[in-house]
């Protein structure tokens, strides 16, 4: 009887060290999956959100899953053979221009189509780290990099990594220079004429309304000019945006100057219905007529291609406009 017991214990004991050596291998396998991938012959080992890999020096056939890695890598002078839709619309967005000729759609920056991308055969895939679930397959079909993604103040700190991650560094100080240069120059042309105004920036979903906050893509090109934000705006919150706005509390978003952002046709449409509500007209930028729409989708594009996009609407719309 005492030898049974010794003999089950014994398992026992094996299967658990068994359970806990598979369990190491399987998170060692999430970890590494790019050892599943043969590496580059000529690469450079980078640390990303899901550990290191070596990429490629100089890769010939990118994929890039996200907007604002796309946009990254177009402003580094590289082009990808694919790229993800930002979910808003199917095609990539107008305000890349005709940068992303050729470039071949994968799906949604949140849902990446995995077998379009096996089939383009890429060498290096970059993108964010809200898909890091499927990570272990990315990697699977290529040396795979996620950059860090808490929310649209993370958009420099995003520019950095891709760079880092295509050995661009100079190219990238050039372009983080060009973007301050464009900044002194519209400090300089508004002058002192806005110091004491504030500037509100709302987006429309159908027929939500959404107030942008300081941490946000466009308040932080906003907070570089040295432009004042409504109370209410001038806040830090986890997705750069304000709660859904009631049009019974439309004075949270009034302000001197009001941007509005919409996506499409339909929300235009819808905006200008809402201001033939008598509420809307008791708003200062209304009463001002200094109410102007913008491009949304380059207003929370993250990236430096966006960047000037917003710069240019501040310098129509601010410096000369009457």
């Keep these: 009887m005492k030898k049974l017991l010794r003999r089950l214990t014994y398992i026992l004991f094996l299967g658990i060290v068994g359970f ?33 890999t070596c990429v490629p020096k100089n890769p010939k056939r990118l994929v890039t899953i996200s907007q604002v890695t796309l946009g ?69 079909i290529s040396p795979t990099a996620l950059g860090k993604w808490k929310g649209s103040l993370s958009w420099r700190e995003h520019f950095n990594f891709v760079a880092e991650a295509l050995g661009k560094k100079e190219v990238a100080e050039q372009a ?9 120059k519209l400090k300089i042309a508004l002058g002192n004429q806005y110091k004491d105004k504030t500037i509100s920036v709302i987006h429309i979903y159908g027929w939500d309304i959404m107030s942008t906050a300081k941490n946000s893509f466009s308040g932080s090109i906003l907070n570089d000019v040295g432009l004042q934000r409504p109370k209410t705006q001038n806040v830090i919150t986890p997705s750069g945006l304000t709660k859904n706005i009631s049009e019974e509390k439309l004075e949270e978003l009034d302000a001197d100057i009001l941007f509005v952002t919409t996506f ?18 008791r708003l200062k930028a209304f009463q001002q007529r200094h109410i102007y729409f913008v491009d949304g989708l380059s207003w929370v594009g993250s990236n430096l291609i966006a960047a000037d996009a917003v710069i240019d609407d501040l310098f129509q719309y601010l410096v000369n406009t009457p």
Aim: charged share 20%; proline share 6%.
């Design 264 to 281: 499409n046709d339909s929300d235009k449409a819808n905006f200008e219905q809402m201001q033939q509500k008598p509420l809307w007209k």
């Design 72 to 140: 990254s890598t177009l402003v580094l002078g590289i082009k990808p053979i694919g790229s993800t839709s930002d979910g808003w619309q199917d095609n990539l967005p107008d305000y890349l221009k005709n940068k992303t000729e050729g470039i071949q759609q994968i799906g949604t920056q949140y849902e990446p189509n995995l077998e379009r991308i096996l089939r383009l055969k890429p060498d290096l895939i970059l993108g964010w780290e809200n898909v890091k679930a499927i990570y272990p397959h990315l990697s699977q």
């Design 20 to 52: 806990v050596l598979l369990l190491g291998c399987n998170r060692s396998s999430y970890h590494n999956a790019t050892s599943l991938t043969p590496p580059a012959k000529d690469c450079r080992v980078i640390e990303h959100t899901m550990g290191e």
């Design 176 to 184: 983080w220079n060009h973007y301050y240069q464009r900044i002194e």
